[in-house]
């Protein structure tokens, strides 16, 4: 059969990180290549509690249609909890969305028409290229280093090429590389966007799982003219399976997403809408929240120790203040990808996320995203120590560097 495909799809690839799931019935691989949470630490209890309370005649609502918007006690829910946090919100600016990954295809399908500029990162999250892919944009890159986006750098970008309509960026914690934008970059970014009329979409899904530092406003609450859309999500603080996240804009942009919103799905699951609204009343979000950032400070600070201890010197890695990734930087030359196939997976039975995928425009090859959130600690020792064995073997002759921060 003769298929004729739209044009879009010629730019809708697999990704790295599906191509992983491939190997998941392998009991022997211990996989750091997912963003997953640590399902161990879902708060299983208090979420059967809330399903079987809901799961009645007497709330038979909860498996009917609802407001395409969200149920608003949700809005509400997460405005007084964006409030709290520092970016004042009202429920009428939330979108609830089937999690933040909808929000950027939703942003992406309202601003960008083929040839339209996006301003990414470099590297950037794979999942936001994924999403903007069938909408056929150009990318501009700006690259990153341990304070986040080098706004200087950003500044040059808009003045070589302007009419950039959209910038994607995660501040906190970034994906894949951990780090987190300054306060001053921050503020920059506001004050360029405000000049060359950019729409900024600020993706913060590990905002609340900061491990160390100072918490850093988001770009929402600098902004002065309504012109970021906030995203966050559920997924990494209660469970991914729930599927929810949400956007925050204002005015005319977030009418127009919710029209899209309409279009894509009519609604999110109103069950799973109902059971986190009914979770945040009864129980205290809070202290799971604060439970989890201690859980994942030891496995960060294990995987940190392991990869120092374990590789050889001349492999950088970056040291994350919150979030779930380390981002590693091989020697020039080195293929993390064939390395991956060759070596890693085969041999050592250890799966991570090769960097090049990461990249919009001119894609680096010796860099890996590694998670050390959804395994044990005694996994993070055994998978690093299985991987340093092989890339000593594999990395004996080059001549050994210093020890860097694992951004170019």
């Known amino acids: 059969m003769d298929i004729d495909y739209a044009r879009r799809m010629s730019s809708v690839r697999p990704s790295a990180i599906r191509d992983l799931l491939k190997h998941g019935d392998d009991s022997e691989l211990i996989s750091f290549g997912g963003g997953y949470p640590d399902q161990a630490l879902f ?35 997460v405005a007084d909890r964006m409030s709290a946090d520092g970016t004042p919100a009202d429920a009428d600016e939330i979108l609830i969305l089937n999690g933040g990954q909808q929000g950027i295809e ?38 990153l280093d341990d304070h986040g986006m080098d706004t200087d750098h950003l500044a040059a970008v808009l003045k070589a090429g302007p009419g950039a309509k959209l910038l994607y960026t995660v501040p906190d914690f970034h994906n894949p590389t951990g780090v ?16 060359h009329n950019l729409i900024i979409l600020e993706d913060t899904p590990y905002r609340e799982l900061r491990y160390e530092g100072p918490r850093l406003p988001t770009l929402r609450s600098l902004d002065t003219q309504g012109r970021v859309i906030h995203l966050n ?16 804009a204002s ?39 604060a439970g989890l950032r201690l859980a994942y400070r030891q496995k960060r600070d294990v995987m940190l120790e392991a990869i120092g201890r374990e590789f050889p010197a001349d492999i950088q890695f970056t040291r994350p203040e919150g979030g779930l990734f380390t981002w590693l930087t091989f020697p020039e030359g080195f293929d993390s990808a064939r390395f991956a ?51 000593r073997a594999v990395l004996a002759q ?6 860097g921060t694992g951004l170019r």
């Open 233 to 248: 999500s559920f997924s990494k603080i209660l469970a991914p399976g729930l599927r929810l996240g949400w956007l925050t």
């Open 180 to 195: 987190s934008m300054s306060l001053e970059r921050r503020r920059r970014l506001i004050e360029l966007a405000n000049e």
């Open 106 to 143: 939703l942003v992406a399908k309202l601003l960008i028409d083929p040839g339209d500029t996006i301003i990414v990162e470099d590297p950037t999250f794979v999942g936001a290229l994924i999403a903007f892919a069938p909408f056929e944009p150009s990318y501009a890159t700006v690259r």
């Open 398 to 403: 080059r001549p050994i560097g210093v020890r």
């Open 251 to 289: 005015g005319e942009l977030r009418e127009k997403l919710a029209l899209l919103k309409l279009a894509a799905d009519t609604q999110s699951g109103t069950l799973s809408m109902a059971a986190v609204a009914s979770y945040l009343t009864r129980f205290d979000i809070g202290a799971h929240v």
């Open 341 to 391: 196939a060759d070596t890693a997976l085969p041999k050592a039975k250890v799966a991570y996320v090769p960097g090049a995928t990461f990249f919009a425009d001119e894609q680096h090859h010796n860099h890996a995203r590694i998670n050390f959130t959804g395994v044990t600690d005694e996994q993070i020792n055994d998978g690093i120590g299985r991987l340093g064995a092989e890339l």
């Open 43 to 77: 708060p299983f209890d208090e979420l059967r509690a809330v399903y079987s309370e809901l799961l009645c005649r007497e709330h038979g609502s909860v498996l009917q249609y609802t407001a395409s918007d969200g149920l608003v006690r949700l809005r509400e829910q």
